[in-house]
Structures are given as structure tokens and as C-alpha cells.
């Protein structure tokens, strides 16, 4: 998560949307940086508009802008998955090596989900609870959009680096298993189908 302040900005880190390459390029700029540990870095858009939004609108006497990230639904799932096949993962328990990825689709719409299939959704990190979205919502796939909105917002060119890229593998689906890929993320598709 990045906050500007002068700016009244607020960027919410959504999980495998390109949040290390942006916060890379922008920490530089940003009054706080959040990157570590994982859970804060990630600060969903419930616990920004319970807890850090209401702190910083009382420091600065006026709203922040909130923006964010959303992939594609069966991408941001591909991107977990090939993540997550990495050598260097620390919990076996996380790991997909050995798995297809049509196993680990079925694996992550099963109840309970197995440990390395427990992602969370892009639909639950965007959820205010309370009706209030993001104000600015960018799709990954378009990250031009949002770089030009940033550079307009903060007033300097940005380069993004190539940082924190999942190693390459096959995503093919059965049709049943996409069937059931748009099923377990009906609300993520809903919401990525409203974003210009």
C-alpha cells in the first residue's frame, strides 16, 4: 500500500496485479509505504475504509482518492497458480508443483479449499462491506491507463521495473473446469466486466 500525501492519494497493493513493480518505481514518492509483512502490504478495502482511511482523513482534513489494480479473473487465478509453482516456496503446503493447472482451478472451487489453492478472491480485497468501492479501478491488462492517471496525479514520468514475475506454465481448462472457474468467481467477473 502507498499513500501520497500532498496528493490525497491511496494505492491498495491487490494481490498478483503488478504491486511490486509499482511500489518500486513510487516509494520514493509515497509518504508511507507499506510492503511487509504481506497482510499489511495487502491491505484490503474493508480494513483501509474501517481503520488507515478515517486516520488519515482526521490528519489532513480532507478525502483521499483510492485507487486500484483488478486482473483479468482467470488470469490473477493463473498468476497464483504459476506462483506458486516456484522452487523457492517456503511452505510445501503452498506449493502447486506437480499439479495442472485444471487441478488447481478445481482445487480452489472446492469447500474446504485445499492450503495451496486458499487465494482469497479479487472481489473480497475490493469489498468495502459497506457499499463503497474504490473510487478509481483499473484493469491490470491496462496498466497504461493507470500509469497515465499516476503521472498526471503525481506529476512525473513513471518506469515501471520487471520485478516478481511468475515462472511460465500451461493454464489450459477442461470446459467443465472454466464452467466452474466463472462459477467460483461469478462476483470477480461481475466487477472486472464494469471497468472500462
Known amino acids: ?9 491511496a494505492f491498495l497493493a491487490t494481490p498478483k496485479t503488478g504491486t511490486t513493480a ?3 518505481a513510487l516509494e520514493s514518492l509515497a509518504a508511507v509505504s507499506i510492503q511487509r509483512p504481506p497482510l499489511l502490504k495487502h491491505t484490503t478495502l474493508q480494513r483501509y475504509r474501517r481503520f488507515i482511511g478515517p486516520y488519515l482523513e482526521a490528519a489532513s482534513g480532507s478525502t483521499f482518492t483510492v485507487v486500484a489494480l483488478m486482473r483479468e479473473p482467470r488470469a490473477w ?6 506462483y506458486r509453482q516456484r522452487e523457492d516456496l517456503l511452505d510445501p503446503a ?12 478445481r482445487a480452489y472451487a472446492s469447500d474446504p479449499q485445499p492450503e495451496f489453492a486458499a487465494v482469497g478472491s479479487q ?3 475490493l469489498d468495502s ?6 473510487d478509481r479501478l483499473f484493469r491490470y491488462e ?5 500509469i497515465d492517471f499516476l503521472e498526471e496525479r503525481l506529476g512525473c514520468e513513471i518506469i515501471l521495473p520487471r520485478l516478481n514475475v511468475s515462472p511460465p506454465a500451461s493454464l489450459e481448462l477442461a470446459p467443465d473446469t472454466e464452467d466452474l472457474l466463472r462459477r467460483a468467481l461469478r462476483k470477480d467477473y461481475e466487477i472486472y466486466g464494469t471497468l472500462a
Open 1 to 9: 500500500m502507498l499513500v501520497f500525501w500532498e496528493q490525497r492519494l
Open 22 to 24: 509499482i511500489e518500486a
Open 77 to 82: 487465478l493463473g498468476s497464483w497458480y504459476r
Open 94 to 105: 503452498k506449493s502447486t508443483a506437480g499439479l495442472s493447472f485444471d487441478e488447481f482451478v
Open 123 to 125: 472481489a473480497r480485497f
Open 129 to 134: 462491506k459497506g457499499g463503497e468501492g474504490v
Open 142 to 146: 491496462e496498466i497504461d491507463s493507470f
